[in-house]
């Protein structure tokens, strides 16, 4: 891992994140995949800006169960994978999760994911527009989509979708 990851993971771990895992970079393309309480997505969007990370990406994961019967028994992660880590208080079926992505392509690559989960019910955490700017656009990309609200936002108004809608197509449970 370089130098610059390794730096990385010291601030994070003052953060006190839920998980912060090294990862294999020919494997998943990124080294670090953290993941962090709602209330901590702006202090680490902060951290990521502070040492020169731009922000590739934010998008949502649904984590809805699909219908039918579930497994008898958990299938154990696959090589290399983590378990998914919860959102206190809520199953993962019950939950979303918001994704970031971060590249520093300095004179060292690093490829961050800082992850936070949400409870289904209530998809909301705090905008990183102000630390990214570039952020606007995919927080907005991601309100019309999965319905994910970034509290602080400066327009939430749909990007892509027309005006009027009132549904969010790439919800798991989202029928045509």
Request: with cysteine; proline share 9%; charged share 25%.
């Given at each position: 891992?370089s ?7 010291e ?13 294999d ?21 902060t ?5 020169g ?15 039918g019967?579930?497994p008898a ?18 199953p ?5 999760e918001?994704v ?6 300095g004179?060292?690559?690093?490829r ?5 989960r949400?409870p289904?019910?209530n998809?909301e955490?705090?905008t ?9 656009w995919?927080?907005?990309e991601?309100h ?13 108004s749909?990007?892509?979708?027309p005006?009027d809608a ?7 449970d989202?029928?045509?």
């Amino acid at each position: 891992m370089s130098m610059l990851c390794e730096t990385l993971k010291e601030d994070f771990l003052a953060l006190a994140p839920l998980a912060l895992v090294d990862t294999d970079y020919k494997a998943k393309g990124y080294q670090l995949d953290i993941t962090v309480a709602p209330a901590q997505v702006v202090e680490a969007a902060t951290i990521m800006n502070r040492r020169g990370y731009t922000l590739e990406a934010v998008t949502g994961v649904d984590w809805l169960a699909s219908a039918g019967p579930k497994p008898a028994k958990k299938a154990a992660p696959a090589e290399g994978e983590e378990e998914p880590v919860e959102a206190p208080g809520a199953p993962v079926a019950e939950q979303m999760e918001v994704v970031y992505d971060y590249t520093n392509t300095g004179q060292e690559l690093c490829r961050v994911v800082v992850r936070c989960r949400i409870p289904r019910a209530n998809p909301e955490l705090p905008t990183v527009s102000g630390v990214f700017s570039g952020a606007n656009w995919h927080e907005r990309e991601t309100h019309d989509f999965f319905g994910i609200r970034f509290l602080g936002h400066p327009d939430l108004s749909p990007l892509l979708l027309p005006e009027d809608a009132d549904f969010h197509p790439l919800l798991k449970d989202f029928r045509v």
